[in-house]
């Protein structure tokens, strides 16, 4: 399976820097906003601790970043089997079996057949030490032909259906950051999904934008709205404050944002940010698209279908929100 190579270790160091230039005082738990997940009726905390980039820490570091994510209060955990081969699930089989009850739990299988997916969701329930996952997710759904896969005969959609009536999991949806035309085409193909997961970021809307694209069809249909990438891998922080980044995708009309945390100070900080947000006005908003204007293009948003065919700087291969 493919993976995402994140950042050079200088740019990762940067991320870190400008966020903890906001505040050193460590946040308190609780007090995370919380919005209602479109026709699910959950509540989910407006940020969530994904499990993609587990790789860069390790095993026991990736456990404390989840407890300690809990801890703070938040209760969306995001992953996926292909993640670390496995072993990302692993880490919340490890921490969050005693407080499954409090918290929202979803895993992904990039599986286009209704064979491979079964099986990915029983090896994705054995790591994570639990007999239903709340929200399954067909993964990282990129190309026209995938789809046709997907809802072919014995395609991946017939194991979602079965799982979801099974109680193996509470509710369906699908996730993909590579062509929001793709997007469009799987909401076209099925009207029973309960949720989707798309990057938005302050520098989407000047390429290929699933904010314009694919955002307002979800929130029509009522759907569960996730967000990833909100600072294009850390790329929009050499114009933008961490905060900006955050602050502007929650200031869409998403329900959550899935973060990925290689340290217990990001997650610290992407706390304190969430339990101060509140949502920006248009002139703030314009003024930060404006500012990641200057960088977008496929060379920063490298998990796009690349129209300009110019070398991406941060090549896609899977892996992380950011």
């Known amino acids: ?20 230039s906001a505040s050193t005082a460590s946040p308190k ?42 801890d703070l209060g938040i209760n969306y955990f995001d992953n996926a089997r292909i993640y670390w081969n496995g072993r990302s ?5 490890a921490v969050l079996p005693p407080f499954r009850k409090h918290i929202f739990l979803t895993t992904k299988s990039p599986q286009r057949t209704r064979k491979d997916a079964e099986q990915d969701l029983k090896q994705s329930l054995r790591a994570l030490k639990t007999d239903y996952v709340d929200l399954w997710q067909i993964h990282q759904v990129n190309t026209m032909e995938e789809v046709e896969q997907i809802f072919g005969p014995s395609g991946a959609i017939e194991a979602f259906e079965a799982a979801k009536q099974a109680g ?25 999904y309960d949720s989707i997961l798309m990057p938005l970021n302050p520098a989407d809307p000047s390429y290929l ?16 709205i996730q967000a ?32 990925g945390c290689t340290t217990i100070g990001q997650v610290e900080d992407d706390v304190r940010i969430a339990q101060q947000f509140k949502p920006l006005a248009e002139q703030e908003m314009a003024r930060i698209r404006k500012a990641a204007e200057r960088i977008a293009g496929p060379h920063l948003e490298g998990w796009k279908r690349d129209t300009q065919q110019r070398a991406s700087a941060y090549r896609y291969r899977d892996g992380a929100q950011g």
């Not at 193996?168 to 029973?192: E, N, S």
């Not at 929009?236 to 200031?251: P, R």
Request: include cysteine.
């Open 1 to 20: 399976m493919r993976r995402r190579t994140f950042l050079s270790s200088s740019a990762a160091a940067g991320w870190t820097l400008s966020a903890r």
């Open 168 to 192: 193996k999991c509470r509710f369906i949806g699908f996730t993909g950051h590579h062509d929001p035309d793709v997007h469009l085409a799987m909401l076209k193909k099925y009207d029973k």
């Open 228 to 259: 990833m990438k909100s600072t294009g891998n850390a790329g929009l922080l050499s114009e933008l404050h961490l905060k900006d980044c955050l602050s502007y995708v929650l200031s869409l009309p998403v329900h959550c944002l899935a973060v």
């Open 29 to 70: 738990p609780g007090d995370i906003p919380r919005r209602t997940f479109g026709k699910t009726g959950e509540k989910l905390t407006i940020i969530g601790q994904a499990g993609g980039r587990f790789p860069m820490c390790g095993f026991e570091e990736a456990r404390a970043i989840t407890l300690r994510a809990y």
């Open 89 to 93: 699930e692993e880490v919340y089989g």
């Open 209 to 224: 934008s699933f904010e314009k694209m694919v955002l307002p069809v979800a929130v029509e249909r009522g759907m569960g």
